[in-house]
Every structure is written in C-alpha cells, then in structure tokens.
C-alpha cells in the first residue's frame, strides 16, 4: 500500500494556462475526494466520486475546473484559464466505501498562478 | 447545513503541559468526527476518529479526544506537549449518508521550550 500519490506537487503557471493533477488513490479505494487548501484555511470540500461516478460537486467548482475518474482508479482535476484566485494546494484523498471510515490524504499539489 | 468550528486559530503551550483544543459541531444527527494533523507542506494525517463507539477515543502520538453530545463537542487534548507537536490541528465531520468530510479552520499549535 504506497498511499495517495498525487503528482506534480508543485506547478507555476501564467494566468489563463490549463493545469492538471493528478491523484492515484489507495487501492481499492472505491471512493476518491478533491479538496482545496489556501493558507491558513482548513481544507474546502470541491468534489467525489465514487468509482467512476461523479457524485457531488461543490459551489467552489465552477465550470473552468473539471474533474474525471475514467475508470474508477486514478482522478484527473483540470483547471482551464487559471487565475490568481486558484492558487491554493489541490488535496486528493481516498476511502472505503463504508461512512466512517478513514479518509487518507495524499501530500497535495501545489498551483502558484503568477 | 453541517458545520465545525475551531476555537483558537493559535494555540501556544510549554514542553510538558496540556495540550487542549477545541472543536464543536453543528448537528441534529450524531456525526462521524475527525482529528488530522498536517505538518508544514505536507498532507493531512489522521489522529483519532469518533464513529458512534466509544465516546473517549485514542490516537495516535498521546492524543485523545471525547466526544459530548449535549456541549456538541469533540475537543482534542494530550496530557504532555512535545516539540514534534507543533503543526495545524484539523477538526472534521462526516454526517451519515452525506458523502463529504466538512473541515473547520483550522488550529495551530506551537510548543515553547
């Protein structure tokens, strides 16, 4: 079990340049979470699917992100025409299917939009 | 709506003393509640978990918190504070057949020498 991996940790980008992270959760974790983390701010939920659905998305999503878990394994989070307001750590996290049960964070990706 | 608050975003104790940190929630339903610790740049790691056992719950590193229905409390403590101790303390709810986990803002505590 190598834990929630989440790639790049790191990104700067221009302002009105697309991003994507990437997150692998735990295997055989049905479920996966976005979350979003600004300075001195706990984490703010942004979406979750469970396997390959899509099942709720926050207000803080607007149409420039989207997210996919295409076959129910790895997620993608896309941010088209970033802006300074989106820089913040992108936190993607995995659990079991069951309420109550652990949710494990990955290490989180960092976007600096400049 | 769910909700959790943190009471205290700084919190600063001595080596060696108790650690207390607040955490209350909003709730018409018995919620799961959550600790996490998050270290400088660095993702969150869970401490204890309340899920409807056990009111007094332990963690891991020396924490424990208790869970009370009627102060609408999950308040994390540690009988003696360690230099390792310092990072930001996350309080967390999850309501049953609701599909998220709702984070307060957050509590940061340092630990003098």
């Known amino acids: 079990d190598t834990g929630v991996s989440q790639n790049p940790r790191h990104k700067i980008t221009k302002r009105g340049q697309n991003v994507t992270f990437r997150c692998d959760p735990i295997s055989e974790h049905n479920r996966l979470y976005w979350y979003r983390q600004t300075l001195g701010q706990g984490p703010e939920f942004l979406t979750y699917?469970?396997?390959?659905?899509?099942?709720?998305k926050s207000r803080l999503l607007s149409d420039r992100f989207s997210a996919e878990r295409p076959k129910g394994s790895f997620s993608t989070l896309e941010i088209q025409r970033t802006e300074q307001g989106d820089s913040a750590m992108y936190l993607c996290?995995?659990?079991?299917?069951?309420?109550?049960?652990?949710?494990?964070f990955g290490e989180g990706s960092w976007l600096t939009v400049v | 709506a769910q909700s959790v608050t943190q009471l205290g975003s700084h919190v600063s104790v001595s080596e060696g003393a108790l650690v207390l940190l607040r955490c209350n929630y909003s709730s018409s339903v018995p919620p799961y509640l959550f600790w996490y610790v998050q270290y400088p740049n660095q993702g969150l790691q869970l401490l204890l978990k309340?899920?409807?056992?056990?009111?007094l719950v332990k963690g891991i590193n020396g924490f424990e918190a208790e869970f009370k229905k009627s102060e609408t409390s999950f308040h994390l403590t540690k009988p003696s504070a360690h230099m390792s101790d310092a990072a930001e303390y996350f309080c967390?709810?999850?309501?049953?057949?609701?599909?998220?986990?709702?984070f307060g803002a957050g509590t940061r505590l340092t630990v003098k020498p």
């Open positions: 699917f469970q396997n390959e659905a899509q099942l709720e």
């Open positions: 309340y899920t409807s056992a056990a009111t």
């Open positions: 967390a709810v999850e309501y049953p057949n609701n599909n998220d986990m709702r």
């Open positions: 996290a995995s659990s079991s299917w069951t309420g109550g049960d652990t949710i494990y």
